[in-house]
T-cell receptor
Framework: GAVVSQHPSRVICKSGTSVKIECRSLDFQATTMFWYRQFPKQSLMLMATSNEGSKATYEQGVEKDKFLINHASLTLSTLTVTSAHPEDSSFYIC?????????FGPGTRLTVT | DAKTTQPPSMDCAEGRAANLPCNHSTISGNEYVYWYRQIHSQGPQYIIHGLKNNETNEMASLIITEDRKSSTLILPHATLRDTAVYYCIVRVATSDKIIFGKGTRLHILP
């Protein structure tokens, strides 16, 4: 099956700094990529949808200036958490779509101290 | 909001069939039923999907009722590695967006 990777798998950063998470589709070109966030014991929450070469569409309640998404190519999307705070600590998961099929990355665990 | 209802948790003995139910009484004619699972601290994994006919693949079987208002995911011979949260999702095939509900936490008992 199609493979989606994320880097890094774990990151710890200090409060007030920014952190970038990469999402790559390794063996296919993804027309659309998605970013989810998951808090402990909770379900995945869709944050935003990004199409290559255009601005991301954010879900209601997600701050676009805090969670910057760049989808510069058909195989790479990045999520930058700006001025991170402890409440941003979470498991961030991306997925990549070729149409009806959607493939998920392994996730990135962000801890903000 | 998610359009499906699932029991929050289920237990199944190892080696037995695990039957996970899902209610989707408001499903539209062009919406498919998808199943994903998430093993602890990993990304979701696609299992199976269907429109109205029953489907089977190497991982599981999907039984959809004739009125399409509910379905059952069947793992024929559950193993400890099947312990995960299972999500039942309805979506239009041409729509990329997946909205996750709370899912069913399946515990496989040795």
């Amino acid at each position: 099956g199609a493979v989606v990777s994320q880097h890094p798998s774990r990151v710890i950063c200090k409060s007030g700094t920014s952190v970038k998470i990469e999402c790559r589709s390794l063996d296919f070109q993804a027309t659309t990529m998605f970013w989810y966030r998951q808090f402990p014991k909770q379900s995945l929450m869709l944050m935003a949808t990004s199409n290559e070469g255009s601005k991301a569409t954010y879900e209601q309640g997600v701050e676009k200036d805090k969670f910057l998404i760049n989808h510069a190519s058909l195989t790479l999307s990045t999520l930058t958490v700006t001025s991170a705070h402890p409440e941003d600590s979470s498991f961030y998961i991306c997925s990549a779509s070729t149409g009806p099929e959607q493939y998920f990355g392994p996730g990135t665990r962000l801890t903000v101290t | 909001d998610a359009k499906t209802t699932q029991p929050p948790s289920m237990d199944c003995a190892e080696g037995r069939a695990a039957n996970l139910p899902c209610n989707h009484s408001t499903i539209s004619g062009n919406e498919y039923v998808y199943w994903y699972r998430q093993i602890h601290s990993q990304g979701p994994q696609y299992i199976i999907h269907g429109l109205k006919n029953n489907e089977t693949n190497e991982m599981a079987s999907l039984i959809i009722t004739e009125d399409r208002k509910s379905s059952t995911l069947i793992l024929p011979h559950a193993t400890l590695r099947d312990t995960a949260v299972y999500y039942c999702i309805v979506r239009v095939a041409t729509s990329d967006k997946i909205i996750f509900g709370k899912g069913t936490r399946l515990h496989i008992l040795p």
